[in-house]
């Protein structure tokens, strides 16, 4: 079953590079993140708000800051949904591959032959 609002906080570009800086870098706070991104620091706090409020970051208390780690679990949840959906469009484009090839041998039997001079 597929978590549409996580998947709508992964498909934010800005939500994504914030998941692969905690991810390489370590558990990182607002203006830690900042720094790293085109973005300010009130716009990484706000996407991380998002990130949090879907489970994939865990939130702690750094002195006047807070501190950003990814939840593991989450994570691979949502890369077991997206192995998920991955499968079922691997077994409807193999259908529709049947589908096509059957078609043009119909196609390709049934069309006039053509004469050799």
């Known amino acids: 079953m597929i978590d549409d609002d996580l998947w709508s906080a992964i498909g934010d570009p800005t939500r994504r590079r914030l998941l ?6 370590g558990p990182g706070t607002a203006t830690s993140l900042s720094e790293q991104l085109p973005v300010t620091r009130q716009a990484v706090a706000k996407h991380l708000g998002v990130l949090d409020r879907v489970g994939l970051v865990h939130v702690a208390p750094a002195g006047r800051e807070m501190r950003y780690q990814v939840d593991d679990a989450q994570l691979a949840r949502a890369a077991a949904q997206l192995a998920d959906v991955g499968a079922t469009w691997d077994r409807r484009l193999q259908r529709i591959k049947r589908l096509a090839e059957t078609i043009q041998k119909k196609s390709e039997s049934a069309a006039p032959k053509k004469k050799e001079n």
């Open 20 to 25: 692969d800086l905690l991810l390489s870098d």
